[in-house]
Structures are given as C-alpha cells and as structure tokens.
Nanobody, 126 residues
Framework: QVQLIESGGGSVQPGGSLRLSCVGS????????MAWFRQAPGKTREGVSC????????NHRDSVKGRFTISRNNAKNTVYLQMSSLKPEDTAVYYC???????????????????WGQGTQVTVSS
C-alpha cells in the first residue's frame, strides 16, 4: 500500500502562488500515475490534476488549466502541484493519491489506489 504525506498548503491572497508537495513510500509510488484532488466545505471531492508514472503525460480539470502545473521527481518519491493565479474558488483541502490506471483524463476519486491521507489546507482570500 502506498503511504503519502501532503504538505505546502497555507493562506494566500487572490493571485498568489503555492507549491504543494506529496511524499510517497518508494517503488509503488514510482510505478503509479499520481493525482491531486481537492474538497471544499460542503462539496464532494474532485480531481484536479494527474501525471503518468514517468511525468510525460498530464491532465488538468478545465478550471485550473493554465494556472496549475503537476510534476514529479521519482528519485525523491515526490509529486508537486505548483499553483499560481490562485482564486478564492481554489480554497479546499488538497489530497494526493496514486491511481490504479493511467492518467488519461481528469482523475475521479474512484480511480485511486490505497487510502486517502490527511491532506493540506489551501485558503485563498483577501
């Protein structure tokens, strides 16, 4: 089972930037496509971005295209989410997860392999 720890969240003003990090457990991490999800208060969890196991293919939901970038460093067992031009609508708890299939579309919560971690809070407000 993949064990993941998210970090890097915080509070920023609209237009600001944050970089989230997710550290995994090793070989299972390197062999899996990875994804970021988020859940805002009162809303269901939604997929944000995914990246294939080598970093060559990515997908993003439309609302974050051009603002968010997902990347990974397999040597460090880490996946990142660089967020820029942040909007209040981006406020949520952000989670990373391994996918049991390829990153061919915006990820869905049902696509994850393993369990959810604690997540990291991102708050965008003035």
């Amino acid at each position: 089972q993949v064990q993941l720890i998210e970090s890097g969240g915080g509070s920023v003003q609209p237009g600001g930037s944050l970089r989230l990090s997710c550290v995994g457990s090793g070989r299972p991490f390197r062999n899996s496509a990875m994804a970021w999800f988020r859940q805002a208060p009162g809303k269901t969890r939604e997929g944000v971005s995914c990246i294939d196991r080598t970093g060559g293919r990515t997908n993003h939901r439309d609302s974050v295209k051009g603002r968010f970038t997902i990347s990974r460093n397999n040597a460090k067992n880490t996946v990142y989410l660089q967020m820029s031009s942040l909007k209040p609508e981006d406020t949520a708890v952000y989670y990373c997860a391994a996918l049991f299939d390829v990153c061919s579309a915006v990820p869905e919560p049902a696509d994850i392999f393993g369990s959810w971690g604690q997540g990291t809070q991102v708050t965008v407000s003035s």
